[in-house]
């Protein structure tokens, strides 16, 4: 039988965990700086606090934000010496942003669109006033954000690898039914977790595996090749 592609297949890795990594920190930057307005203006009514956060990414918050985050993965990557330009673990990551700078980052773009917002008479000047006096608010918010995303990665990591284990416990029983409880977790956390290449070719590997059985009817009497060819697609 012919195995089908899998998980992250012909992955150009570096750059998907780049891509990853920004999205991610992008929206959990964004929704710290949402909760740091909302705490220091707690008068403004929702659609006043979307303009405000309209106005700010309109004069460059959110191009300037990625823009940082790419410059912190990347000069984070040659000083903790990956030549290779992947992350081989959450580990690396962790260290990267943490001791990257980032948030001396965020706090230099916010300074600069909110007084180009200001300045445009698009932001009140009163309100602009009190967002840079309690900027710091802000900037704790977004600081225990990435934190609390950076961790959740940790914990996703130690899922999958869980899953894992359980799958080839139930494959090692010939148990089904355990297999694909473990299998439909282990796609679900995959999609949450930055791709990391052992993790990328151990998933690949079950995830064959589980399909060629299912597709043969749940028989798991494979041969060399079949499970030659799994660990190698």
Do not use: C
Not at 184 to 194: A, D, M, Y
């Amino acid at each position: 039988m012919e195995l089908e592609n899998s998980i992250y297949m012909n992955l150009d890795l570096g750059k998907k965990q780049n891509e990853f990594l920004n999205s991610t920190l992008w929206k959990t930057i964004n929704n710290g700086i949402d909760i740091g307005l909302r705490y220091l203006l707690p008068d403004l009514v929702e659609d006043e606090i979307i303009n405000l956060k309209d106005n700010l990414i309109n004069y460059g918050l959110k191009d300037g934000i990625k823009k940082s985050i790419n410059s912190v993965i990347e000069t984070g990557k040659e000083a903790i010496g990956i030549i290779s330009g992947n992350f081989e673990n959450i580990g690396q990551i962790q260290k990267v942003i943490k001791n990257g700078g980032l948030i001396d980052k965020i706090d230099n773009f916010l300074d600069k669109t909110l007084d180009k917002a200001i300045n445009s008479g698009k932001i009140n000047e009163t309100i602009g006033k009190i967002v840079k006096t309690g900027k710091s608010s802000i900037l704790s918010n977004v600081e225990r954000n990435i934190e609390s995303t950076l961790n959740s990665q940790v914990e996703n990591s130690k899922n999958i690898e869980k899953y894992m284990n359980n799958w080839k416990k139930y494959f090692n029983d010939r148990n089904f039914s355990g297999m694909e409880k473990e299998y439909t977790k282990l796609e679900k956390e995959l999609k949450s977790l930055v791709p990391i290449e052992t993790t990328i070719k151990n998933a690949r590997y079950i995830e064959n595996i589980h399909k060629l059985i299912k597709n043969n009817g749940q028989n798991f009497e494979l041969s060399e090749r079949e499970l030659e060819l799994a660990n190698k697609i």
